[in-house]
């Protein structure tokens, strides 16, 4: 069982970096796809980025293209996401997940392995 932890969290205001954290219990070998979604109050939990542990390939939603960068570290069995220029719709609750699969994908159904959540607040 794959357990996830996120920290990094917290209150910014519009135009700050932030990078968030997802302590893995385990190694995730490269057969395994490791993503981050987010949830605002009253809106449906969405993909923000995923990335493949075999191959580094990485997808990401269209709002955060060019701000947003993910990445994994097997050496620390961490992934990453570092968020730049946020806005305030970048806020919300922050989840990382895990998965095996090989076609990169951001729908949070096809995701078994789920962290806790953190919370990103950024102000205008």
């Known amino acids: 069982q794959v357990q996830l932890v996120e920290s990094g969290g917290g209150s910014v205001t519009a135009g700050a970096s932030l990078k968030l954290s997802c302590q893995v219990s385990?190694?995730?070998?490269?057969?395994?796809?490791a993503a981050w979604f987010r949830q605002a109050p009253g809106k449906e939990r969405e993909g923000v980025a995923s990335i493949h542990i075999g191959s580094s390939s990485t997808e990401y939603a269209e709002s955060v293209k060019g701000r947003f960068i993910i990445s994994y570290s097997s050496a620390k069995k961490e992934l990453y996401l570092e968020m730049n220029n946020v806005q305030p719709e970048d806020s919300g609750m922050y989840y990382c997940a895990a998965r095996v699969g090989s076609v990169l994908t951001l729908l949070p159904t096809e995701y078994n392995y789920w962290g806790q959540g953190i919370q990103v607040s950024v102000s205008s």
């Open positions: 385990e190694y995730l070998f490269s057969y395994y796809q």
